[in-house]
């Protein structure tokens, strides 16, 4: 599923208009009739009451109008509060703002906070709002009166239901600009938008409901969207299927190197997280000293003990043992508990030049190759990258809080300018290709802030290669996994507590799931869990 832009989803509209020949005066309609539907279900339905629209004055505006005209058909008492001049009211907003003076809907003019002032006594009579103020192409800091007014409107802790996206979300970002409303439910129109998906966007969305407008399939392809919402569809097709005759040298073979003193579970993690995934046999290599430990450890997966520096990390010394051992493998994992000796570096950054078949870099390897990541433009063989944001600031040289304020913006940069695939962990995560082309996947919950996670990420990613898969749609099929193995023991065990080991536990379930459910998006509903005074929704 396309997953748009504002600017994406504007052109969309004109050419729809333009040179497919359906008027915009008919795309509102279809808008504003599909967002009353779900209005009605999603938040009337149990608010019952008066109705107060907040409406601007562009076409957000208009859609807004059309909802008031179809309540008022159904016998709803519906008020708009238009945050304008009715002068300044132009095109189709304006035709249907006229239709509503013809059928006796209450229009009360706002445009100064001495106006919305006098007018507050009527507007706390509202038992929900729609929010109908600005629309996707908001870029700039609210301020002013519209500012006024959405605070206000948050103030009254009555449902709100946004038109298209919340008024001061960012479309393209998810990010406040600067106050935003908290929606219980928006309906969006044509394909969701990279904001509603990315936090804190997620959560001032509320539920979330694309509305068909009448947008033609080959119009939207026209447009050339580079971003895509994850869905289960598409997952089901990348998975190799599985012969009946089929034994473990059919199902590949991974090489982990991996560990360190005191980062022995990361190593085990990431071969069971493998061998959870499916693959058919797991090589761990590790500092010959982790050896002993190791192999208590991981039961069903091999260990191969290699030359380590004087700490216990693994040596540049250990190039030639990696290199004979990556013969007859079909993916090799770098990373996990790794440690970030200068040695262990050199050898990770050869291993990047020479390695045969494709690689998952994460944690300790992503550390090690920070200082120079033009290493990777170097590589022999397609690469993923795992990084959390924390490292990707440090692979890229922005700040985390720069990378958080446009995730999909700064994994598809790194992606084109090195080439490779980069799955960008957290909240919604973002898996970039090195063609630009972004996927943001819609698993995962706040349970999985716990150490362990990122480990049996990469194992799982790594032993999809390892069966066949492209690197990519590894990337893309691991993160949905790993999110809907999570989602599942939130809702059967508890929301937080449970552990990265029953998450890589969980994955055939998970696995199972993917392929005999439908097709539907998974949409869980975790937002109970943040705290509705957090500040990232100020």
């Known amino acids: 599923m396309y997953l748009v832009t504002a600017d994406e989803m504007q052109r969309m509209d004109r050419a729809t208009i333009e040179s497919f020949g359906i008027p915009g005066r008919v795309l509102m309609e279809n808008a504003g009739r599909g967002a009353t539907d779900f209005f009605l279900e999603a938040v009337y339905r149990d608010h019952p009451g008066n109705v107060g629209i907040a409406a601007g004055r562009g076409n957000n505006g208009g859609d807004g109008f059309v909802m008031a005209r179809y309540l008022r058909q159904k016998g709803i008492p519906a008020t708009v509060f238009l945050l304008s001049e009715r002068d300044r009211i132009k095109g189709d907003a304006a035709a249907n703002l006229k239709l509503l003076d013809a059928m006796g809907v209450p229009v009360v003019e706002l445009v100064e906070t001495a106006a919305l002032e006098s007018r507050q006594s009527l507007m706390r009579h509202q038992h929900t709002w729609i929010d109908a103020i600005l629309g996707t192409g908001l870029t700039s800091e609210v301020r002013g009166f519209f500012r006024t007014a959405i605070d206000f409107i948050n103030q009254q802790r009555r449902p709100v239901f946004a038109v298209d996206i919340a008024s001061g979300l960012n479309a393209d970002t998810g990010q406040v600009c600067g106050v935003c409303i908290e929606a219980a439910a928006t309906a969006t129109f044509g394909f969701p938008k990279i904001g509603h998906l990315c936090y804190p966007g997620r959560i001032l969305t509320g539920r979330l409901n694309i509305i068909d407008i009448g947008i033609p399939p080959h119009v939207a392809a026209t447009i050339s969207c580079r971003q895509r919402l994850i869905t289960p569809g598409t997952l089901k097709k990348e998975i190799p299927q599985r012969s009946a005759a089929a034994h473990k040298g059919h199902t590949g073979h991974l090489l982990i190197l991996a560990g360190s003193p005191g980062k022995t579970g990361a190593a085990a993690m990431t071969a069971m997280a493998a061998m959870r995934a499916g693959a058919g046999l797991v090589t761990l290599g590790i500092p010959k000293s982790l050896n002993p430990v190791l192999e208590t450890m991981v039961t069903e997966a091999m260990t191969v003990g290699m030359p380590e520096t004087a700490e216990g990390a693994l040596n540049e010394s250990a190039h030639e043992a990696v290199i004979s051992l990556i013969k007859g493998k079909h993916c090799l994992a770098i990373g996990p508990g790794l440690g970030i000796h200068g040695s262990t570096g050199r050898l990770v950054k050869r291993l990047i030049q020479e390695s045969p078949v494709p690689m998952v870099i994460d944690a300790d390897g992503l550390n090690l190759i920070a200082e120079d ?166």
């Open 373 to 538: 990541p033009t290493v990777l433009s170097k590589r022999r063989s397609p690469i993923v990258l795992t990084p959390h944001p924390g490292e990707m600031a440090r692979l890229s040289g922005h700040s985390p809080a720069d990378i958080q304020k446009d995730r999909v913006g700064h994994a598809r940069s790194f992606a084109e300018r090195h080439q490779v695939h980069i799955a960008l962990k957290g909240a919604a995560t973002v898996v970039a290709r090195p063609d630009g082309t972004v996927f943001v996947n819609s698993t995962g919950n706040p349970g999985m802030a716990a150490g362990g996670m990122g480990d049996v990420l990469t194992g799982l990613i790594a032993g999809l290669i390892t069966q066949g898969m492209e690197a990519g749609a590894a990337a893309q099929t691991g993160v949905y996994l790993h999110g809907l193995a999570a989602d599942r023991l939130a809702q059967n065990k508890a929301p937080v507590g449970y552990l990265a080991s029953e998450v890589m536990n969980a994955l055939p379930e998970a696995m199972d799931e993917l392929l005999t459910g439908g097709d539907n998006l998974h949409w869980p509903k975790w937002d109970h869990l943040f705290n509705p005074t957090d500040p990232i929704r100020k």
